[in-house]
């Protein structure tokens, strides 16, 4: 029986997964993303990911049918990724593929992170009841991945970016430089930067605080998560204004497309779960045009893993 | 050699148009929508439209090889119509694609009206370089088209509402009710309340003086275009307000989809013109993630006859 990997490599974290040919995962690993030292050093952890990944499997890297690597920037078709953003140093192109296979000994192919995730919750997760589908990755940023007609649709190689949808002209500045982004309002760094501006102005959070407790650099996910367990008001704040935002740039995605599912999935959609989807789902219908059928919305139902699934089935012949 | 019809039916006007088989228009005819009287009338409207078309293009209505006909509303397979907006007592359902075929003697198709003039811009038109496309009607409300990897999509037969796309959430009231949709901002519905309003509060313009004079009723395109010549500045103001918005929205949908092509359409787009596509073209850059490889715009090329004769491609076997 085959089995491939897969990796989602991420500004904060490097996923690994090896799965079987029913796409079970059979084993995975985890590591932190180098914050400096380029291209270079980031495969290297790739590689030990994947190892680590392939040894919990008790598989060699060699004998995997493939891995598959989900990876932001713009990537070329024999796998050289340029401009990737929140990787350190990593303006320029680099041959992932060809480094990887190299010191892997096995195929390797690049796609999209967002896409590759998308198309796994459509093959395998919320989405595969449906023959069109809208993935919403809510976490640093927010991303978009798109399957229309039972494909994925990528335009001329940079569709998907929901997160910088117009949802407040001249509204809030948003990370990218422009103003009133869905992101500017719902991405967890836009986010963070928005907590400091009011703290400034005197606001109170423990936000800071859980951080330095956990050990964090930055409002994670969980630190979100457990904010909001405390019952902190900012942090409640803030989140219902991202999710206004999502509920506006989202329907006004379905408005365009009348997609069939769309799954929320991404650092916070995962990590705050139901609860958080089914607000945003109460956000969009007040902007739905056919609000008598509105898009059915999901969690991304392989959670976590999702992208590094979603990054072996690139080495799927029908993928 | 075979000619078909096809018919563009508006709130404000029904255009017949009869095409050779290379397209080619070889007769024509305009009669205002009747503004009561139901489906019924509407329907011998039409079909008194067509017949001046095929007289002026000297075939008989039966010897067409059919009529396409580019509707509002829901339509279902078998040329039903249901809830055609902006047509008079048309709420219910009406068998408009059987009807007319009873009285024209040939077959008869209905599409939907911004789709079937999507479809002409791309295989005839200002889109037909491209395999990607937005088509966006710039008139009464903002309607939009999509053309993706050649085909149409249309999603479960209610994408492309561009003009409800949210580009300030908590903005302008809409004529849909909701609020902050691009069309509540560039809809020319919407414009002349807006103009209405700021008349009320004391701004002076000579819009409504003119639509008099013209012998209208509501403002049109024309007025609009008359009064930019007379260098009105409420006109010049509302329609900057407009272009402000189009270029978000339309931005945020090039943002999410990365077609290749825009194309201007609708009563206000063609005529207003180039320069009001050059307008909204430099509106959207601000907006644009990959602002480097912006798409074409361009204004729709079949001008007012696009509907119509994108109507008459439905009965084409490749379309």
Redesign the interface.
């Given at each position: 029986m085959s089995s491939y990997g897969g990796i989602d490599l991420g500004g904060t974290k490097i996923q690994a997964a090896v799965v079987d040919e029913d796409n079970t995962v059979i084993g995975s690993a985890r590591r932190p993303t180098p914050t400096s030292g380029g291209p270079a050093v980031v495969a290297a952890e790739i590689e030990q990911a994947l190892r680590d990944a392939a040894k919990a499997a008790e598989v060699e890297p060699a004998e995997l049918a493939g891995v598959g690597v989900g990876s932001p920037g713009v990537i070329a078709e024999d796998g050289t990724v340029t401009s990737a953003r929140n990787l350190p140093d990593w303006e320029g192109s680099f041959p992932l593929a060809a480094t990887l296979s190299a010191a892997l000994g096995t195929e390797v192919k690049v796609g999209n992170d967002v896409q590759v995730a998308t198309d796994a919750e459509f093959k395998l997760g919320a989405g595969r009841l449906y023959s069109?589908l809208l993935g919403v990755f809510w976490g640093t940023g927010v991303g978009?991945g798109?399957i229309?007609?039972g494909?994925p649709?990528?335009?001329?190689?940079?569709?998907?970016?929901?997160g910088?949808?117009?949802?407040?002209?001249g509204?809030a500045r948003c990370t990218?430089g422009?103003?009133?982004c869905m992101e500017a309002y719902a991405g967890r760094a836009a986010m963070e930067g928005h907590v400091q501006r009011l703290v400034g102005k005197g606001s109170k959070t423990d936000l800071f605080k859980l951080m330095k407790e956990h050990g964090r650099a930055r409002l994670t996910s969980g630190i979100w998560a457990r904010a909001l367990e405390h019952g902190d008001k900012l942090a409640q704040q803030v989140l219902d204004r991202a999710v206004?935002?999502l509920g506006?740039?989202v329907?006004?995605?379905v408005?365009?497309?009348?997609?069939?599912g769309v799954v929320i999935g991404g650092g916070l959609g995962i990590r705050l779960g139901h609860p958080y989807a089914a607000r945003i789902e109460q956000a969009m219908q007040?902007?739905l045009?056919?609000d008598n059928?509105p898009p059915h919305v999901h969690v991304a139902a392989l959670g976590d893993l999702g992208g590094a699934i979603g990054a072996s089935l690139l080495l799927r012949p029908t993928a």
């Open positions: 069109s978009g798109l229309l007609g494909q649709w990528t335009g001329r190689g940079g569709a998907g970016e929901i910088h949808m117009v949802v407040e002209m509204g990218c422009r103003r009133g206004v935002a506006a740039g329907a006004s995605a408005n365009l497309l009348d997609v069939e007040p902007h045009f056919n059928r």
